[in-house]
Every structure is written in structure tokens, then in C-alpha cells.
């Protein structure tokens, strides 16, 4: 039986992507086929329907969707745990009388994708990648641990042990964990069953395979610069995460410009049971006050992420403590520069997002200016911070801030005022911008009255007051000339049509023109695709100050957020040292005092722990049904 040559190119692109669903390009749609398309149909609730598949070949399940909704429907597929290979047309139909090549683009997994829909914005989408390290009598559990969020560019390792692993997962909680083929029955028994899990081969996992990957990634000689010279498992993990990406066509990754260290000695590790029984992220009782949604009033995305894991990782060092009290502090007694980062802050797009899709060129023109907003938000927020004197952090915070004025103001000057939301739409580049664009647009926008300024030109010049012009799709446009004026024809117009009662003519400008309106979309589109990538390029050059510019933004909306929650539920500033004493005067748990009933108030409580008189206190479980519900403390 045989196959249509189309079906046949499917197939082998199939065979290439077994684990994975393909999106398979077919003009203005993407489709699915066979057991793809019955998955796809249930999944996303689309239509399943059959194709021919060739001659004497049974009919195939199809399914498919607008490859515009793309951004509807693939997150959709993502978070059901499938892979999704993407499958391309690689020429332009118009320009091959034979099959269009095709080919996978990209490999959208768990936990490699951009989509906003795909992972809510007060959360990172890490991917993970576990290193066994070969067990041994001195070393009997040792293990490299590495985390990349592909939409942010974050990228952080370390090693350790069982235990230390187990927290860091915990922790970051991973959408996807790699690992050695021959390690999955260990993984699941060492950290259970709850992640979506993927083998890479050995290869991917050797030490001068991963450095090699590094350094080329980085541009540097070695890791040794980012402190990983005594850490050859973590940088293992690493290194393997960047080889994933490879195999799954991720391959613009110039934003990704740094790899962090986790240092175990700067945190307070929780484990996944403390996390839980505290409620700082879910409630056990399904009540929606936990500790991070009451401490939670950041107003941007990247400040809620960072929040997550300021909580979720406590400091331990006295320094970055107080330096986050003595900012809070300033907030909670500036209501001037509270209500000035508030204004800056609200609403305001996820720079740590869109500058990983400004480097892999994924940015939408309506992005575009939304970056060019925030950065110009940026300029009030540094005029500020840099005069706080009386709060050091805070002013260095704000020293470092970089406005990147020049990519700023050739985004304005660059961009409609209201761009389309999809790269390709026309409209997206502004006017004055380029000449040849602004002579297209006048033609496409004005094509109508420029044909009745010819229509009333040739009637005037020739004195056959009944001309028209008409347009079909066999002639293009035509002058009509009624038989009573055809002695008045002259003799430059070249007679296309005799009817009835008329003639049809062209003329060399007419046609001119009409080569002109019909190519003028077209041309339009060209230009405004090689201004934007122009400007993609050139912003590009701005992602590291900007990434930087994104982490000192959360940072100040955390703190701001602390300040805002300490004036509404009269917190106070707590005195933080490394002495064995905790004296606490009257303290309210957060999220027990949220749990009241209305009307009722919490029982503030005193604790004295000391190496004097008690060192250790042990509460049983409250009888709910009491007001000791009020005084339980953690």
C-alpha cells in the first residue's frame, strides 16, 4: 500500500520522535496523525477526523488546530506531560513546485518551554538534571544537582548528598528531572514518583563532555570563575542540562549567561514534611491562607517567583538579613518612595521573561514595547534609590540599575504605538521609521483614491467624461470606455476586452500601479520583519544589564511587598543575632491569626528560649474545637 508523498515525510519525521507528539505544519495549520491525533483530540477537545493516506490505505486520524493558536493549545499539551515536537514548513510553499521540506524546530518538554499559559507566572518552570556519583566506601550517597529555567535564564548547581538533593528538589520544585538511563528504578526509590522524569545516554553525563559544553556556552577557559573548580559532579549536572537543550533544538540560548553556585552554609534547608506542616505554600486544610499568600503582595511576576523562594530558602547570614530589614524599614518609613516603587512596579511586564525571548528572538512586538515601558519605569526608581544614603543597601541597589537608554529610545522610536501581538502582523514598526516602508503604506492605504485621482486625470485629458475604472482578477484594473467615446481613445492604451456597449483598456501607469497595490503588503512585510530583527539583534546586546536590571526589580518589590504587610498587620522589625537566646513578646503566628473567624482576635503569645532556663519547648497537636487553636505555635 502507498503512502502519499506527504504522509511519507510524516512518518519519517515520526520515526525520529517517537516519545513525542509532532505538530505537523501544514499551511495555515498544525495537524496530528494516527495515535498523535487521537491524544491531541482528547487532550485539547478538537475535532477528530480522518484523512486518505494513499492509495488502497486505510484512513488516518487526524486532528489539528490554526497554527496561530499555537500559543492556545501547546501549553495545553505541555502540562498534560507530553513532549511536543514541532514540526516546521523550511521553504516557502509559493517558491517549490514539489513536497515543502519540513523539519522539528523545537522539542517543547515540561520543563523547556516559554509559554506563559504554560507555567503560572509567580512560578519558575525549572528542568533538573541528577548526577549519580559512583558510590564508594568514603562517599557511599554523593550527588550533582543542576536547575536551568530556560523562560529566565536562571542556572544554578551544586552537589551533595541524599538528603541534600532531596531538599534542593523540594525546593525548586522541577517540572522535569534528568538523569542516566540506567538510574530511573534508583531515582524514583531515592525521591519517589512525582516528577516527570528523562533519560539522557551516559555520553551526556561524563565530566569532559559537560565542560566542554560549559565553556563553549559561556565563552570562557574554564568553570573555575564561577566556583565550580572543586564541585566536578555539580558541573556534570550542568553541563548536562545544556546537552538537553541541544537535543531538543533549543538552541538559542544567549541568555543564559551565567551559572550560579547554591551554597548549602547561606540557608535554612526545609524539608518537603516542615514545608507542608508549616502551610508556607498549600494548606493542608485546603484554606487559602497560607504564609506566602499573606506575605505574598508583590505587584510583578518575577517579584512573586523571587518571593517563593525567599521563603521557601531562609537566610542564615546575619549581613543579607539586616540588609533586607534596613530596606523594609526605609520602605515602611517612606511612604513617598513606597507609593513611587508602587506606581513603577504595578503592572508592570515580566522583564526576566521577556528578556529570554528578546536573545532567542521570540519576542512579540507588543512585548517589544512593554520592555521599552519598564525601562523607561526604571529611570524614577533610580533617581530615588541612589539618594537613600541613610540605607546603604538600598542605594547600592540602586547604583546598580542600568537604564540602557539607547536600546530604550529606539524601541520608542522604533515601534508603533499599538503593535500587533504576533511578529509577522503588519503595523508592528511605527511611522518615519524608513522611508520605503512609509511610500507602501501610503499606497496601500490610499490605493482607492489614487485610482480615482487616475480615473479623473485621463477623463479630464482625454474628454471621455464617462471613464471608469474597474478591476477583475483576469485583467487587473481596466479603463471602460463607452463605444460612444471611442474615437477619443488614445493611442498609448492598449485594448484588453471588446464588450457590447464598450472597451477595456490598460495603460502602462495603470498597471505600474497595480503592480505596486498588489506587492505592497508583501513588500511591507519584508521591511518591518528586517527593522524588528534589526532591533531583536541589537536589544540582545542588552541582556545581561537588563537580567540584572530584573533581579534588583523583584528584589525591591519583595521588599516592598514586607513593608506593605508590615503596616497592615502591624508587624515589627525583629532583632536578628547569632546569641542562643529567642525572645519573643507577644507573637502572632501569620497564618493562624488569618484562620480566625471574623470578629475574633488572636492570642499573642511570649517564648523565652535560653542556654539558661529552657532550651526546648514540645507542643502536642491543639484540640481545634478550642480557642488553644489561638495559641499554637510552630
Known amino acids: 500500500m502507498k503512502e502519499t508523498p506527504m504522509m511519507e515525510q510524516f512518518r519519517k519525521i515520526k520515526e525520529q520522535y517517537p516519545d513525542a507528539l509532532l505538530l505537523f505544519r501544514c499551511g495555515d495549520f498544525y495537524e496530528t496523525y494516527s495515535e498523535d491525533a487521537v491524544k491531541a483530540a482528547k487532550i485539547l477537545s478538537i475535532t477528530l477526523t480522518h484523512r486518505n493516506n494513499g492509495t488502497n490505505s486505510a484512513p488516518t486520524e487526524m486532528a489539528g488546530f490554526p497554527f496561530h493558536a499555537l500559543d492556545t493549545y501547546l501549553p495545553k499539551l505541555v502540562r498534560s506531560g507530553l513532549r511536543v515536537a514541532i514540526c516546521d514548513q523550511l521553504e516557502d510553499p509559493k517558491l517549490t513546485k514539489k513536497l515543502v521540506k519540513r523539519g522539528v524546530t523545537e522539542l517543547v518538554t515540561p520543563g523547556l518551554n516559554y509559554s506563559d499559559a504554560a507555567t503560572p507566572a509567580q512560578e ?53 528531572v534528568l538523569f542516566i538511563r540506567d538510574k530511573k528504578q534508583q531515582f524514583e526509590q531515592l525521591f519517589g514518583t512525582k516528577f516527570f522524569t528523562y533519560c539522557l545516554e551516559d555520553w551526556m553525563l561524563t565530566l569532559e563532555s559537560c565542560t566542554e559544553r560549559l565553556t563553549r556556552q559561556f565563552g570562557t577557559q574554564n568553570v573555575k570563575g564561577f566556583g565550580f573548580a572543586s564541585l566536578p559532579n555539580a558541573v556534570i549536572a550542568a553541563g548536562g542540562i545544556l546537552h538537553y537543550l541541544d537535543i531538543t533544538q533549543h538552541l538559542q540560548t544567549g541568555h543564559i549567561q551565567h551559572l550560579s553556585r547554591i551554597e548549602a552554609d547561606r540557608y535554612v534547608w526545609l524539608d518537603p514534611f516542615t514545608v507542608r506542616n508549616l502551610e508556607m505554600f498549600g494548606s493542608q486544610a485546603d484554606d487559602p491562607h497560607t504564609l506566602f499568600g499573606i506575605l505574598n503582595r508583590t505587584l510583578t511576576p518575577m517579584g512573586s517567583r523571587l518571593m517563593r523562594r525567599w521563603i521557601g530558602m531562609p537566610l542564615k547570614e546575619l549581613r543579607p538579613i539586616r540588609n533586607r530589614q534596613q530596606v523594609v524599614e526605609y520602605l515602611f518609613r517612606h511612604p513617598d518612595v513606597r507609593q513611587m ?37 526604571i529611570i524614577p526608581i533610580k533617581d530615588t534609590l541612589v539618594k537613600t544614603e541613610d540605607t546603604p543597601y538600598l542605594q547600592t541597589l540602586g547604583q546598580q540599575l542600568t537604564l540602557c537608554t539607547a536600546l530604550s529610545e529606539r524601541i520608542q522610536k522604533t515601534m508603533s504605538f499599538n503593535p500587533p501581538s504576533m511578529q509577522g502582523r503588519p503595523d508592528m514598526i511605527g511611522a518615519g521609521v524608513d522611508d520605503e516602508l512609509d511610500k507602501l503604506r501610503d499606497i496601500r492605504n490610499h490605493s482607492k483614491e489614487y485610482v480615482m485621482k487616475i480615473q479623473h486625470d485621463e477623463a479630464e485629458r482625454t474628454g471621455i467624461q464617462s471613464l ?148 526546648i519547648i514540645m507542643l502536642t497537636k491543639p484540640n481545634k474545637s478550642t480557642n488553644n487553636c489561638r495559641r499554637k505555635l510552630h
Open 124 to 176: 519558575n518552570n525549572f528542568v533538573c538534571c541528577v548526577h549519580f556519583v559512583p558510590v564508594t566506601k568514603s562517599q557511599p550517597s554523593h550527588f550533582g544537582i543542576a536547575f536551568l529555567d530556560i523562560s529566565t535564564g536562571e542556572f544554578l548547581a551544586a552537589e551533595g548528598n541524599a538528603d541534600y538533593a532531596e531538599r534542593l528538589l523540594s525546593s525548586f520544585a522541577p517540572k522535569e
Open 341 to 377: 516603587l508602587t506606581t513603577q512596579l504595578s503592572g508592570m511586564s515580566d522583564v526576566e521573561r521577556l528578556v529570554s525571548r528578546l536573545s532567542t528572538g521570540r519576542i512579540s512586538p507588543r512585548e517589544m514595547v512593554h520592555l521599552g515601558v519598564v525601562l523607561r519605569a
Open 468 to 615: 471608469k475604472i474597474g478591476y477583475n482578477n483576469v485583467f487587473g484594473y481596466y479603463l471602460e470606455v463607452r463605444n460612444t467615446f471611442k474615437g477619443q481613445v488614445p493611442k498609448e492604451w492598449t485594448r484588453k476586452q471588446t464588450l457590447v456597449n464598450a472597451e477595456r483598456y490598460i495603460t502602462p501607469e495603470l498597471k505600474e500601479y497595480e503592480e505596486q497595490i498588489l506587492t505592497a503588503d508583501d513588500k511591507i512585510q519584508i521591511i518591518e520583519n528586517r527593522i524588528y530583527m534589526d532591533l531583536m539583534t541589537y536589544g540582545g546586546q542588552f541582556a545581561a544589564d537588563i537580567q540584572t536590571n530584573a533581579n534588583i526589580l523583584a528584589q525591591l518589590d519583595c521588599l516592598l511587598s514586607f513593608a506593605l504587610v508590615a503596616e497592615e498587620y502591624h508587624y515589627v522589625c525583629p532583632e536578628v543575632n547569632e546569641g542562643l537566646k529567642i525572645d519573643i513578646r507577644q507573637g502572632r503566628h501569620p497564618v493562624i491569626e488569618r484562620h480566625l473567624p471574623a470578629g475574633e482576635t488572636y492570642i499573642a503569645n511570649d517564648v523565652l528560649l535560653d542556654n539558661q532556663s529552657q532550651q
